[in-house]
């Protein structure tokens, strides 16, 4: 069987390395080998696969021996395009690109369907992770309750370079990127946007309605500060981005993206470096955690050819959700505890939030509430000088 790959960057070169590296292990999974006939992308290219490479996807488009293309261009430009033509002419499409997945998924689902193919994207989120398949097929018997976790490999490294070993937040990116870690603009990466797309496939898997990015709040990790770090740490908390998608009890949905305060007892505190995992609560399982390499060239390669593997032999299930928005809410419903640092006292404190819990007093004061919902803590913060504000992730179940 014929391959194609379009965009031969970090993830594009992997999946032409695993498929080649593992090809004896592909076949005999399969019964047939699986070749990359042809490479798209821009530039030129020395070494072992220079040969393949062609500037023009109407190559690929055009030609009938090949029967599936794995997108790793990234954008939703060129690669919605391509993915939109590749789908029309009858070929698979496998890819990596959470953005054009959480924004243009259903399109993209519908017009796959029409053409009696298939658009898989486990590699859109965690990475070399399995969690995308498992939640829909392993875990298809569950009402999923929730889905939270360390959606993005850069951030993660970022703030363990910081943390453990003193690098500085400008050095911990560069490093990132120097790994192949970072998407091509790393402001994704550090605002939260990377995690958000991502939260957003699993919401739509989790409860079959799309949740657009745009209704979602996603903040990053550029406020936090080794301050909070060192408070939070001496309180028992490590501090990690995470995304959370949760089922309301009045069958809505919720989804957002934040820096939290996670317990030291909670497996999600452990998760360092380029590492990202995810707790799936079902009604029938309670917790299940998937954890791994969440960036990076040939773990979200891995993830790439084993979709293709599986569109080629016809095995497995189109993961997919149905168009429609309905029924999200905004995340401040959620209630939970509430971290502050703020300019003021605690008697400052304890006046907009009555029952606190101190973790630092002096010129600054930092804190914790009680549980409350995100309107209760705009509305306390109203009356005081806030530095940061953190939600705390609740214990595992
Ligand atoms: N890197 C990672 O760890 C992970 C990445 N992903 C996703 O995978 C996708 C690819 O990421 P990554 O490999 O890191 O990105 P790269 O930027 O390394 O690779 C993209 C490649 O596509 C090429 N390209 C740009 N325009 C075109 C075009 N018109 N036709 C053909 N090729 C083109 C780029 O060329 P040029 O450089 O000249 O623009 C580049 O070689 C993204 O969606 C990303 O979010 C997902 C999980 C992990
Ligand atoms: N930039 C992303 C790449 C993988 O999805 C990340 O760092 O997680």
Redesign the pocket.
């Known amino acids: 069987m014929n391959i194609a790959i ?7 070169t992997g999946v032409a390395k695993v498929t080649e590296v593992n090809a004896k292990e592909i076949e005999k999974r399969l019964g047939f080998p699986v070749y990359v006939k042809t490479i ?4 030129t290219f020395e070494g072992q696969f220079a040969d393949r490479v062609v500037a023009d ?1 109407a190559i690929v488009e055009n030609d009938p021996e090949i029967s599936l293309v794995v997108e ?4 939703v430009g ?1 690669a919605y395009a391509f993915t939109k033509r590749a789908l029309a002419a009858g070929k698979h499409v496998v890819t ?4 054009l997945v959480a924004e243009h998924g259903s399109e993209l689902l519908a017009l796959a369907k029409e053409n009696g193919v298939q658009y898989l994207f486990e ?2 989120v965690g ?1 070399g992770i399995p969690i995308l398949h498992p939640l829909v097929q392993c875990m298809g018997a569950n009402q999923i309750e929730e889905v939270c976790g360390i959606l993005n ?1 850069t951030t993660n490294y970022i703030l363990t370079s910081m943390v453990s070993d003193g690098v500085s937040f400008e050095d911990a990116l560069a490093a990132a990127k120097a790994k ?2 970072a ?2 603009d790393p402001t994704a990466d550090v605002e939260g946007i990377d995690a958000g797309r991502k939260i957003c496939i699993l919401s739509n898997l989790s409860y079959g309605y799309q949740t657009r990015p745009e209704v979602v709040p996603m903040e990053g990790i550029t406020k936090i500060t080794l301050d909070d770090v060192r408070i939070a740490h001496d309180a028992g908390y490590a501090i990690k981005l995470v995304g959370r998608t949760v089922r309301l009890e009045d069958g809505d949905r919720t989804a957002y993206v934040a820096p939290h305060l996670v317990p030291h007892s909670h497996p999600l505190a452990h998760v360092e470096d380029v590492n990202n995992a995810v707790v799936v609560r079902g009604n029938a399982t309670g917790d299940v955690m998937f954890y791994g390499k969440g ?3 040939m773990p ?1 390669a891995s993830a790439c050819v084993s979709d293709a593997m599986e569109a080629l032999a016809g095995y497995g299930t189109q993961p997919t959700w149905s168009e429609e928005t309905g029924g999200f809410q905004d995340p401040k419903v959620l209630k939970t505890q509430y971290y502050f640092r703020i300019d003021g006292s605690l008697s400052d404190a304890a006046q907009a939030f009555h029952q606190v819990s101190v973790l630092q007093e002096g010129a600054q004061t930092a804190f914790l509430t009680e549980e409350i919902s995100g309107y209760e803590a705009e509305e306390g913060a109203k009356a005081l000088n806030v530095l940061a504000q953190m939600r705390v992730l609740g214990a595992s179940k």
């Open positions: 379009m965009g031969f960057g970090v993830v594009g798209v992308d821009v530039r996807f790793t261009i990234g954008g060129v990596a690109n959470k953005q590699a859109s990475g490999g192949g870690y998407e091509a960036a990076g060239e979200t």
